[in-house]
């Protein structure tokens, strides 16, 4: 099984400065890479696929970057809207999630 | 737009049943891949199962299968988790979630998730 591995669990930033969330798999998974979003009782929501590609109506303030083993979801200035639950999930061989990142307001 | 609706979840003891539903809109069903994912407390995000558009191709996680069934009904845009022998840990939020067309890879689309508690 491939483990997907986020850093931090934790994120306390500031509405409109950068957040940045690191993901790694415990090997290669090429570019296979999903980005989710999700808040309490919604459900989830598909931000970037194929580790930098953005989904259908997510705002340019998020990218994603990265291949192989280590992957960073960025949002370069924060609303009040983007704290949430962030997870990735590979899509290489079977699929696995990460564990997530929290990001609350700071 | 594109809706995903689960149902179905509840209250079971352990070795019980549960058929979960997940009723869809807005998009020609039988053209992807469906699958369920569940969130526990314990171990996040576990995808469970995934059925094509054809039902041809259907395949479970290890720790359900032969206790789980997949299913699906294009007529009625729906798919069916039936889940048989169930165990305490198998209590999480299922979510139904929308794959691709020509495989699962990621899932564009999920449902809100409905609730599954299987204790004594």
């Known amino acids: 099984e491939i483990v997907m591995t986020q850093s931090p669990a934790t994120l306390s930033v500031s509405p409109g400065e950068r957040a940045t969330l690191s993901c790694w798999a415990s090997?290669?998974?090429?570019?296979?890479l999903a980005w989710y979003q999700h808040k309490p009782g919604q459900a989830p929501r598909l931000l970037i696929y194929s580790a930098s590609t953005r989904a259908t109506g997510i705002p340019a303030r998020f990218s994603g970057s990265g291949s192989g083993t280590e992957f960073t979801l960025t949002i370069s200035s924060l609303q009040s809207e983007d704290f949430a639950v962030y997870y990735c999930q590979q899509y290489n061989y079977w699929y696995t999630f990460g564990q997530g990142t929290k990001l609350e307001i700071k | 737009q594109v809706q995903l609706v689960e149902s179905g979840g509840g209250l079971v003891k352990p070795g019980g049943s549960l058929r979960l539903s997940c009723a869809t809109s807005?998009?020609?069903?039988?053209?992807?891949?469906m699958t369920w994912i569940r969130q526990t407390p314990g171990k996040g995000l576990e995808w469970v199962s995934y059925i094509s558009g054809n039902s041809r191709n259907i395949y479970y996680a290890d720790s359900v299968k032969g206790r789980f069934t997949l299913s699906r009904d294009n007529a009625k845009n729906s798919v069916y988790l039936q889940m048989n022998s169930l165990r305490a840990e198998d209590t999480a939020v299922y979510y139904c979630a929308r794959g691709g067309v020509v495989t699962l890879h990621y899932m564009d689309v999920w449902g809100k998730g409905t609730t599954v508690t299987v204790t004594s």
């Open positions: 090997q290669s998974v090429s570019s296979n």
């Open positions: 807005g998009f020609t069903f039988s053209d992807y891949y």
